[in-house]
């Protein structure tokens, strides 16, 4: 994991917010609600026990809700409040201006032809 | 008689820079560039803006209350200024504007950070992470103390593990070495000087390479960062949110980056940059050490006269 002040960190040793973001992450990836074990499987690197610390936590800020299903409890994320304040900025991004170029994008807007080079790209990638 | 080419060298030598920045940034490594591109730009931009204020100075000191401050002789600094009186006049108008139009540019800018700060707090109900439930693929980071990265479901849905795990690192990096306030600072730049909008565009896309390489490192493969991003970028353009798009955008050139070998430093490049920024400020010594000759010999000439008065 690069990161920390001055660039690197030991893996393993990220901040406890990075890993709850990775943990529910995992959790509205999936296509419903999920046992621990299936989200150790999607953040790698990470202790059952650690994991289950981190879940809890997350039940407790309401941000993911629990319950039992046979033996084990399964997880599902809570569409909350961070997410209806976060769809808020989300609908800036497409009127554009001042207030969507301070916001960092992931991926900007693709032409046909960047569709076509990128679809090559990928196609190359995989079959390598 | 002064020779006029000195006073117009810091343009010229702006220009090249401003112009050159761009071409040397894109053969660095992401965050060498980034930071050499940004140092470029503030050079250009001040460089230009401070050139512009000497020439509209040596007509606004021929303005009789302003040679009263001096006091310096109007008549020797006319007869001696190798600026003429026109281009000095038209320096002093784009000044003016400039000044407006970055002022107002600051604040827009800075309001808009503001409010994403703000808004920020709302979002900080726990992890580093906001999840928007939207089927259409998005995320983008948000500065704040401490910033967020906001992502939709349908981005999430959509990556594998390894993927994702790039995806919230990316952003990260981001947030950790404060992107939006490069971004800021180009784009007050272009304001001041519109040659240095090239330069805007590639600082950037270094930017976003930056993070695209943090990301690589944080989950051990850059090619995983590569695919990450196509498939993000060909499911929200398929989403129908590309209908804006026509720069050919670096999508594409940012995928592949990251599939070829890592770009490595040059000092050839760096030499450049530095020559560059140099001679810049160079330059535009000679010109306020002239401009200051221009004005003593005014002053010499205004003594003598009133010396010549008084007898």
């Not at chain 1, 002040?5 to 901040?15: E, H, I, L, V």
């Not at chain 2, 709302?122 to 103390?145: E, K, N, R, S, Y």
């Not at chain 2, 993927?163 to 990096?173: K, M, N, S, W």
Request: proline residues 5%; glycine residues 8%.
């Amino acid at each position: 994991m690069a990161g920390g002040k001055d660039g690197r960190r030991a893996p393993g040793r990220r901040a406890r917010g990075e890993l709850e973001g990775a943990v529910l992450a995992a959790l509205w990836a999936a296509d419903g609600p999920v046992t621990a074990a299936v989200v150790q499987e999607q953040v790698p690197d990470t202790a059952y026990t650690t994991l289950l610390t981190i879940l809890t936590r997350l039940c407790g800020k309401g941000r993911v809700t629990r319950r039992r299903e046979g033996r084990s409890y399964v997880y599902a994320p809570v569409d909350d409040r961070a997410g209806h304040a976060a769809a808020g900025m989300h609908s800036l991004l497409a009127e554009g201006g001042d207030r969507a170029a301070v916001l960092a994008r992931f991926v900007s807007e693709l032409s046909a032809q960047d569709e076509r080079l990128l679809e090559q790209l990928l196609h190359g990638d995989s079959s390598a | 008689m002064f020779w006029p080419v000195p006073m117009y060298l810091p343009l010229l030598v702006s220009a090249v820079l401003a112009l050159g920045a761009p071409w040397a940034g894109r053969r660095m490594p992401p965050r060498a560039g980034a930071w050499a591109m940004l140092c470029a730009a503030v050079v250009a931009a001040g460089t230009w803006v401070t050139e512009l204020a000497i020439l509209a100075f040596t007509a606004v000191g021929q303005v009789p209350l302003v040679a009263a401050q001096g006091p310096w002789s109007v008549s020797a600094l006319a007869a001696e200024d190798p600026v003429s009186r026109k281009i000095a006049a038209v320096c002093a108008g784009v000044i003016l504007v400039l000044t407006v139009s970055l002022t107002l540019a600051s604040w827009r800018r800075g309001r808009a950070l503001v409010d994403a700060w703000r808004e920020c707090r709302d979002i900080a109900a726990g992890g580093d992470l906001a999840v928007v439930d939207d089927p259409v693929p998005a995320a983008f980071a948000v500065l704040g103390l401490p910033g967020r990265v906001v992502v939709s479901s349908g981005m999430l849905r959509l990556l594998d593990g390894p993927e994702r795990g790039a995806l919230l690192a990316h952003e990260r990096a981001h947030l950790r070495h404060r992107h939006h306030v490069f971004s800021l600072v180009l784009h007050l730049t272009t304001v001041v000087n519109p040659l240095l909008r090239s330069l805007e565009r590639a600082g950037a896309f270094a930017v976003e390479r930056w993070a695209d390489e943090e990301a690589g490192a944080a989950v051990g493969d850059r090619r995983v960062v590569a695919r990450a991003i196509a498939r993000a970028a060909l499911a929200s353009s398929r989403a129908g949110q590309a209908a804006l798009a026509a720069t050919g955008g670096p999508v594409p050139q940012r995928v592949q980056a990251l599939l070829a070998p890592p770009v490595r430093h040059r000092v050839g490049v760096m030499v450049a940059f530095s020559v560059l920024m140099a001679a810049c400020c160079g330059s535009l010594a000679v010109t306020a050490h002239d401009t200051e000759r221009l004005f003593e010999a005014a002053m010499h000439a205004h003594a003598t006269a009133v010396r010549v008065s008084a007898r």
